[in-house]
């Protein structure tokens, strides 16, 4: 490459780089093509989802023989021919409070390519208590925006996703592409400039986004720059705080159905071995039971859920009630079927003896 | 004052551009915008006067250009 300002160190530079791109649709996709095309050494691509007939407009590394395969496989073989010398590592799953940190730690940056705000909070707070620069993106129809959050700006100040908007919103207010439509190369182009972010902090060239909030009207083929301020409010959270905090508050629980099956139903999902059957009673609680697999104390539910098999949950408790909302919370965090036991074991002793 | 807004404020408002008496403040906008457009009120936005953003409250003047951003989340 001969280009002004960009000689043999900014490639080596590129070459050393270990960047993270979560999400690997509409923004991931051409970010990655773009980074692995500018020889950005070691990337790791994270994205829980299969390919969808959906995805296909917008999500250009997928083809309809893609169809019901992981993302990350095919983006990281898609990749691997463009540029053998690249190393890409797959995460086929989904970021969660307790796995962000981790997945984050020993990247250089981090590239926000999700379409939710749950993991754009994860994300955002992971980034801050790491110290990495994070390159936000998002899109909403006919707007995309690009900032670059946790890395100095020229005035040595480094803001947060939470300077412009303190508490998590809804999702359901602002809604996804999948929900409502985009035009693929909006996206593209966000896509693109959060690589083109990535390019400069990396090799030291230019002046990043930090500070300035960008936003592009794809109808009016306009872009509109903010400049952002601090919100004194906003305090640094700690490792543990960040731990600790309720993840799925935002959801509304109310939302998700469980089916609650009778005592016969429970019996014979329960000998086909169809169910992991849960007890979520707290440990002193009478009587002791033989038939269930495990027992999480509905206390320590939140803690352990991730612990629990991918395979349909019956929950079962007392009298049938709490086993409802614990099943709704597993079902909130794993993608599993979740029944609940109706009136509990007072209900099952009073069948079976 | 002008008034830019975006992403899904414009379906709220029905409009990315509209010029009005100026209000004495932010908090006055916002209060006057929510009366007229009570789903405003689901909808957590921050404002920005000539392009720089506002935290708290802040006065306005006659020729300020106003900006309405709501968060976004899609990808």
């Known amino acids: 490459m001969i280009l002004p300002g960009f000689g043999l160190t900014a490639q080596e530079n590129l070459a050393r780089a270990r960047v993270l791109i979560v999400g690997m649709g509409a923004l991931g996709c051409p970010a990655l093509q773009y980074l692995v095309g500018a020889g950005v050494g070691e990337i790791g691509i994270v994205d829980p989802d299969l390919v969808s007939e959906s995805n296909l407009h917008r999500q250009l590394l997928y083809g309809p023989a893609d169809i019901g395969k992981s993302k990350v496989a095919i983006a990281a073989g898609a990749m691997q021919l463009q540029n053998p010398a690249i190393q890409i590592s797959t995460y086929p799953i989904a970021i969660e409070r307790q796995n962000v940190l981790n997945l984050l730690e020993g990247y250089d940056l981090v590239i926000d390519a999700t379409d939710n705000f749950q993991a754009k909070y994860l994300l955002n707070d992971a980034a801050a208590i790491l110290d990495i620069p994070l390159i936000y993106g998002a899109v909403t129809r006919y707007q995309g925006q690009v900032s670059v959050f946790h890395f100095p700006d020229q005035d040595n100040i480094s803001y947060s996703y939470r300077d412009l908007f303190p508490v998590e919103p809804v999702d359901a207010i602002s809604g996804s592409c999948e929900s409502l439509g985009v035009i693929g190369v909006l996206p593209g182009i966000i896509g693109c400039l959060q690589a083109a972010e990535a390019i400069k902090i990396i090799t030291g060239i230019g002046k990043s986004l930090a500070g300035r909030l960008y936003t592009h009207d794809f109808l009016e083929t306009t872009n509109y720059e903010i400049a952002i301020q601090k919100n004194q409010q906003i305090q640094s959270m700690t490792r543990d705080a960040f731990l600790l905090t309720d993840n799925h508050a935002m959801i509304d629980l109310d939302e998700i159905d469980v089916e609650e099956v009778s005592v016969e139903t429970f019996l014979e999902l329960k000998n086909k071995g169809q169910v992991f059957v849960l007890d979520v009673r707290e440990r002193e609680e009478y009587p002791p039971i033989d038939f269930s697999d495990a027992q999480i104390p509905m206390s320590e539910l939140g803690q352990q859920i991730d612990s629990l098999p991918n395979k349909d949950i019956c929950v079962i408790c007392h009298q049938g009630i709490r086993s409802v909302y614990a099943a709704q919370q597993i079902q909130a965090k794993k993608n599993v079927k979740t029944y609940s036991l109706k009136g509990g074991i007072i209900a099952y002793f009073n069948k079976t003896t | ?75």
């Open chain 2, 1 to 75: 004052m002008e008034l830019l807004i975006f992403g899904s404020l414009t379906d709220i408002i029905g409009t990315n551009k509209q010029v009005l008496d100026t209000p004495v403040d932010t908090e006055m906008l916002r209060a006057s915008l929510l009366q007229q457009y009570p789903s405003l009120g689901k909808v957590p936005y921050f404002v920005a006067i000539n392009k720089t953003m506002v935290q708290g409250n802040h006065p306005l003047q006659e020729g300020d250009v106003v900006a309405l951003m709501p968060a976004f989340s899609g990808g």
